[in-house]
């Protein structure tokens, strides 16, 4: 049997002008997530990273001084574009749903004050499930469609590596439809994992002769007090 390492990466700046970078603890993460990883011995095949680059950050700090594989970059894996939900989907969402278009009054209100996480996922939460249901469409978008489908796709070529352990380090969109499919679960289960998945978490799953196994999911112990969600 084989194994796959889901990581998701670590902490981002979700909240700064380049929202795509690590933040400090972030990095501390990575470094955490390689420490962790080398001492299970797992004899690593195969390093792989989404084209993000706090995916690909990620991947290199935690292979710091690790002789694993060279990490190999797959564009499939990066996440769904968030910061096109909020630039171009929420608006048109706002349009037709006054209550959506309150909350997205009180993020910009708050979206510099201690409760912005709070308010980003008041919004976020039915703006994904908009933008899965296919209910908003925009050409600067990719759809909730293509990004399974390249996602799938990705994990098509993973799973017929044999004999093989392989990282992953990705996002928590991409890991949320991994085990949805895994499960057997409808779309939205996708949503539902992603909200829970935190920075640097860990998901394994066992596969080969055709079969795939959800082993753990959003492991968190190795990272001690360096826990984040967003």
Known sequence: MSQ?????????????????????????????IGKALHAEHLGVTHLIHGPLVRQRRTALLAAEGIN?????????????????????????????????AERVQKFDREKTGPQRNKYLQAVFEPLTGAYLRGELL????????????RVQSAMHDVLRL??????????????GSVVAGVLKAPPETALALNWRIKNGSITRLTYGGGRVSLDSFNETAHLGELQSWR
């Open 4 to 32: 796959l390492l889901l990581i998701r990466h670590g902490q981002a700046t979700p909240f700064e002008a380049d929202t795509d970078r690590l933040s400090e603890l972030g990095e501390r993460q990575a470094r955490q």
């Open 68 to 100: 694993w594989p060279t990490p190999q970059e797959d564009a499939r894996l990066a996440e769904y574009d968030g910061d096109g939900l909020l630039r171009w989907l929420a608006p048109l969402l706002a349009e037709r749903d006054a209550e959506f």
């Open 138 to 149: 925009h050409e600067e978008v990719e759809t909730w469609a293509d990004f399974g489908a």
């Open 162 to 175: 044999p004999g093989a352990t392989v990282l992953v380090f990705t996002s928590g969109g991409v890991i």
